[in-house]
């Protein structure tokens, strides 16, 4: 059914088309592809426009969450210049829209002010070389150390890896228990000693590269764990939403 959209939406897609005019005109996005580049600055404008925050409830500092909103945000930003859209599903999305539904209340309140700012941007680290599309089948594996989780694996096709903030890492945390309920989402700086990131050619997608992301030895504080430790082994539902959660998928069926 088709929903006509309010007059804020309106007035959002015209803020935004002014915004891209004065600051993406095409002759400026066609060097910017020809060169593959983006420019930084961009972000730190976006801001301003506040859309960042459209994804994220008022007591965090955000907007209040206005997924129509965040949507037309992504189509006008695409038509112009698809690296400003990337960038703000970074934060808007693989950052806020996960930490929303899944992190830890000290989580949200860490990041979810940030990323409503547009300061902080996350990169999926979903696939892996060995796996493609088989989530359920990732080998990264992290081994608790103390207060930390130990890393080792690869990750495959990180868009972002080397500008984002914290690489959103589904990996192992037991060997032991049953596919699909031995994954776990960790959130890792990819600024951290052991990580390497290495570039991917593609074609197209120009401005913000496609990487692939090595973890050897990589020491990450276990508060870092996607919804706190309580969550330990609970990855796949994070992942994949309640609706997909197989252990009760599996109880129901052999009920």
């Known amino acids: 059914m088709y929903v006509p959209e309010s007059r804020e939406h309106e007035m959002l897609?015209?803020?935004?088309?002014?915004?891209?005019?004065?600051?993406?005109?095409?002759?400026?996005?066609?060097?910017?592809?020809?060169?593959?580049?983006?420019?930084r600055e961009l972000t730190g404008k976006l801001r301003e426009l506040g859309v960042f925050g459209l994804t994220?409830?008022?007591e965090?500092?955000?907007a209040g969450r206005d997924i129509p909103a965040a949507i037309i945000t992504i189509e006008e930003l695409s038509r112009r210049y698809l690296m400003t859209s990337l960038?703000?599903?970074?934060?808007?999305?693989?950052?806020?829209?996960?930490?929303?539904?899944?992190?830890?209340e000290e989580q949200k309140?860490?990041?979810?002010?940030?990323?409503?700012?547009?300061?902080?941007?996350?990169?999926?680290g979903l696939s892996e070389p060995n796996v493609g599309s088989d989530l359920a089948s990732v080998e990264t594996y992290a081994e608790p150390d103390g207060d930390y989780f130990i890393v080792n694996g690869a990750k495959r096709w990180c868009t972002g890896a080397e500008i984002a903030d914290y690489i959103f890492t589904l990996l192992r945390t037991d060997r032991q228990a049953p596919r699909y309920q031995n994954l776990n989402v960790l959130l890792i700086d990819p600024r951290s000693p052991g990580v390497t990131i290495e570039p991917i050619k593609k074609m197209g997608y120009h401005g913000v590269k496609t990487t692939d992301v090595t973890f050897d030895n990589v020491k990450v504080p276990k508060r870092n764990l996607l919804g706190g430790m309580e969550m330990l082994s609970k990855g796949w539902v994070q992942l994949a939403g309640p609706a997909l959660d197989v252990e009760k998928i599996e109880v129901a069926a052999g009920a």
């Open 13 to 39: 897609r015209q803020s935004l088309r002014r915004f891209l005019d004065r600051e993406c005109p095409r002759e400026k996005v066609r060097r910017w592809d020809e060169e593959d580049y983006y420019p």
């Open 56 to 58: 994220v409830p008022e």
């Open 60 to 62: 965090y500092g955000g």
């Open 87 to 104: 960038v703000y599903i970074m934060a808007a999305f693989y950052g806020a829209v996960n930490v929303c539904e899944s992190g830890s």
């Open 109 to 124: 309140r860490e990041l979810l002010p940030k990323l409503a700012a547009g300061e902080l941007l996350f990169a999926y």
